[in-house]
């Protein structure tokens, strides 16, 4: 798959399965949170909260 089957994924889990989308770059020293100005609240939530969950777990693998 490509990025514009990617996008046409999580497209149709956000329309059809009323999924609430969390954006992450991950492979950066930290975690970097990306969010759209469309997003609402709640995943701008969600995408905040996965990125402290992912640095946490990066803090305990040694």
Do not use: C, H, W
């Not at 492979?27 to 640095?55: F, W």
Request: hydrophobic share 50%; aromatic share 4%; net charge positive.
């Amino acid at each position: 798959p490509n990025i514009e089957a990617g996008n046409i994924f999580a497209k149709g889990l956000v329309y059809l399965a009323e999924a609430v989308p969390a954006g992450l770059l991950l492979g950066a020293k930290a975690p970097v949170v990306l969010v759209s100005r469309s997003d609402t609240a709640q995943s701008k939530l969600y995408s905040i909260a996965l990125g402290v969950l992912m640095s946490e777990m990066k803090k305990t693998k040694v």
